[in-house]
């Protein structure tokens, strides 16, 4: 059966506390592994696609790096404005998501 | 360019009630898709499409009907609403061989 996990459910930083969120996935006929940010209220919005496992994406303060079998998100250095669900995501035609990471970064 | 397109934003249904939620993106997209996103679940596949004519089901597809008539339209249809489709519900598009997908801002049912 395809499957997205993402961990932790929820992650609470203080400004500037660097980490990473967790992505292990299972789908057949894999193509890419996607991350998305979701704002409260909000459909997703698209950060990234990762197709080989060693390669990396870079955006502002996230970094995105795929092995054979899981993904992270490094956040460094985060601002508030980082704060939101972080969604990961896989597959071709069908693609399927995690439950998502909750990210809250405190002043 | 408005992007992806939802109506309604909301709407309450009774239990056993019929209705049809709108999608339409007018980016020329190949591929639709339908979401639904319950707290703690994530976003699940319902029914995705990948062009005109042509769909397939999701992970969660049990008493939902699409069709993709056109490119730019891809309607969800709820048969007889069950208070377990109580949910936000989002469509989204992408291009064939790219993985950015466009959401639209969702719609939030309730099925009383």
Same mark, same amino acid.
């Given at each position: 059966?395809?499957?997205? $996990?993402?961990? +932790?459910?929820? %992650? ?13 996935? $299972?789908?057949?006929? %894999? ?8 704002? +409260? ?8 696609? %990762? ?13 995105? $790096? ?6 992270? %998100? !490094? ?25 998502? $990471?909750? @990210? !809250?970064? @405190?002043? | 360019? =408005? ?17 049809? /939620? ?16 319950? #707290? ?11 062009? =005109? ?7 969660? #597809? ?13 309607? /969800?249809? /709820?048969?007889?609403? =069950? #208070? ?7 469509? =989204? ?20």
């Amino acid at each position: 059966e395809d499957q997205v $996990t993402q961990s +932790p459910e929820a %992650l609470r930083l203080q400004e500037g506390e660097s980490s990473s969120l967790n992505c292990s996935y $299972t789908v057949s006929g %894999l193509r890419g592994l996607f991350w998305y940010r979701q704002d +409260p209220g909000k459909g997703p919005e698209f950060l990234f696609t %990762l197709y080989s496992a060693g390669e990396e994406k870079e955006k502002e303060r996230l970094k995105a $790096t795929l092995t054979k079998k899981e993904s992270f %998100l !490094h956040i460094t250095a985060p601002k508030p404005e980082d704060s939101a669900t972080y969604l990961c995501a896989g597959g071709d035609d069908k693609i399927i998501f995690g439950k998502g $990471t909750r @990210l !809250h970064i @405190l002043p | 360019n =408005a992007g992806v397109t939802q109506t309604p934003k909301f709407q309450v249904l009774k239990t056993g009630q019929s209705m049809t /939620l709108q999608c339409a993106q007018d980016m020329n997209h190949e591929y639709m898709s339908w979401y639904r996103q319950d #707290p703690g679940m994530g976003l699940r596949l319902i029914h995705y499409s990948v062009g =005109a004519g042509i769909t397939d089901q999701g992970e969660v #597809p049990n008493g939902y009907n699409v069709s993709r008539s056109t490119t730019e339209d891809f309607p /969800l249809r /709820l048969l007889s609403a =069950a #208070p377990s489709q109580t949910s936000v519900y989002f469509c =989204a598009s992408r291009r064939h061989g790219l993985y950015e997908q466009y959401f639209g801002p969702g719609t939030r049912l309730t099925v009383t």
